[in-house]
T-cell receptor
Framework: AQTVTQSQPEMSVQEAETVTLSCTYD???????LFWYKQPPSRQMILVIR??????QNATENRFSVNFQKAAKSFSLKISDSQLGDTAMYFC??????????????FGKGTHLIIQP | DTAVSQTPKYLVTQMGNDKSIKCEQN?????MYWYKQDSKKFLKIMFS???????INETVPNRFSPKSPDKAHLNLHINSLELGDSAVYFC??????????FGPGTRLTVL
């Protein structure tokens, strides 16, 4: 079974600062996907970024980037120039490549990120 | 324009009652899911349906039953509600299995 660990229950930074959220996972799979989801106070789950394990290049989406270290099973999220609207719960998630039908996501317990004005 | 919608948004009910949460997606996706988010914000998959076939069923009590009348709908029926069922329930859909589109969630409160 896969596990996803987010060791920071809550983080707080000033607007415009850069913040890094940590995530580690445990799996025996070689092919898999990793995700960061954002859940603002509106409760909506929004995909922020995803990474295929077979790709060495770190994924980036505008101000969001990841540091994927496959050997260390680490998948951190960096938010540059943080904005007030980035305040949300952030969930790291793992998905193994399915063998015959879709598979579900395994989520970490989340990090509550607060951006201070 | 809503991609994945759920009704109701809030549901408050008494212990022992039977209730349903509806989910609809207008994306033409083949697979739909139900997730449960507990009071500690922990998200866990409950079910997924692909072309009307249940393909995942985690260790969920059989009081919970997903029903899919067609590819665009996956409703969640819950019988004999218990206090521990209080949570936020998310519906999601996907075509590319690696990307989920989530609904807005339904907050269920059992009194």
């Amino acid at each position: 079974a896969q596990t996803v660990t987010q060791s920071q229950p809550e983080m707080s930074v000033q607007e415009a600062e850069t913040v890094t959220l940590s995530c580690t996972y445990d799996t025996s799979e070689n092919n898999y996907y990793l995700f960061w989801y954002k859940q603002p106070p509106s409760r909506q789950m929004i995909l922020v970024i995803r990474q295929e394990a077979y790709k060495q290049q770190n994924a980036t989406e505008n101000r969001f980037s990841v540091n994927f270290q496959k050997a260390a099973k680490s998948f951190s999220l960096k938010i540059s120039d943080s904005q007030l609207g980035d305040t949300a719960m952030y969930f790291c998630a793992f998905m193994k490549q399915p063998g015959g039908g879709a598979d579900g996501l395994t989520f970490g317990k989340g990090t509550h990120l607060i951006i201070q004005p | 324009d809503t991609a994945v919608s759920q009704t109701p948004k809030y549901l408050v009910t008494q212990m022992g009652n039977d209730k349903s949460i509806k989910c609809e997606q207008n994306l033409g996706h083949d697979t739909m899911y139900w997730y449960k988010q507990d009071s500690k914000k922990f998200l866990k998959i409950m079910f997924s349906y692909n072309n009307k076939e249940l393909i995942i069923n985690e260790t969920v009590p059989n009081r919970f039953s997903p029903k899919s009348p067609d590819k665009a709908h996956l409703n969640l029926h819950i019988n004999s509600l218990e206090l521990g069922d209080s949570a936020v329930y998310f519906c999601a859909s996907s075509q590319d299995w690696t990307r989920r589109f989530f609904g807005p969630g339904t907050r269920l409160t059992v009194l």
